[in-house]
């Protein structure tokens, strides 16, 4: 298991952070992580490329109007974001990107559904809402929320609590902070006994 899954799931079964609003619709995977950064089959180091040409002008130096400026890895781990998140062509780097940026979950009203399945599968965790909750995330900087993983249910602070569609075996992932190489490695014993039994 990765160092990025590892510190992405402190908590495994739960994640209670502030939310960081990104209220733009039909981010793409080439916004979240672009292509001249997909050099590299590393996940650790890709957040500093999230979102990039949002975060720095031409030069390199940031910009002090990015939509991202305020964001704080240790407050906001959960991203509010537009509908259709995720749209574009597949690529693991941009759930990679945005776990190394310090994000846990992301919150939408509708993803992408290749990012949404990379997403699950590297142990970033796409909750779909309705809109009037996305309005209600969006109307404040910040709010409060949790999500319980086992129970795929999102508690708002004053709003309420509302579930969210996930898939045992994804919700079993996420809650033991592995991938689906390490759920199959914990059945290797397994496995090579039932090979030596037939064995030709």
């Not at 209600?136 to 319980?148: Q, S």
């Not at 129970?151 to 509302?162: H, I, P």
Request: proline share 5%; aromatic share 10%; net charge negative.
């Amino acid at each position: 298991m990765s160092e990025t899954m590892r510190s992405s799931n402190k908590k495994h079964g739960q994640i209670k952070s502030l939310t960081y609003r990104l209220p733009v619709a039909n981010i793409d995977t080439d916004q979240i992580i672009p292509a001249q950064f997909l050099t590299t089959t590393e996940r650790e180091g890709l957040g500093q490329y999230c979102f990039y040409a949002w975060r720095y002008d031409a030069d390199g130096k940031p910009r002090a109007d990015s939509p991202l400026a305020e964001h704080q890895p240790d407050r906001h781990q959960v991203l509010v974001a537009g509908a259709n998140f995720g749209c574009g062509s597949s690529r693991e780097h941009a759930p990679w990107a945005l776990l190394d940026m310090g994000f846990r979950a992301v919150i939408s009203s509708q993803f992408a559904d290749i990012f949404r399945n990379n997403s699950l599968k590297n142990g970033l965790l796409p909750v779909t809402v309705d809109q009037q909750v996305i309005d209600y995330l969006m109307a404040e900087a910040e709010r409060e929320v949790t999500i319980d993983i086992p129970s795929a249910t999102l508690q708002v602070a004053g709003l309420g609590s509302y579930t969210f569609p996930l898939d045992p075996f994804a919700a079993y992932c996420l809650t033991h902070g592995i991938d689906q190489l390490d759920f199959i490695l914990g059945y290797d014993t397994l496995i090579s006994q039932h090979e030596q039994r037939h064995e030709a």
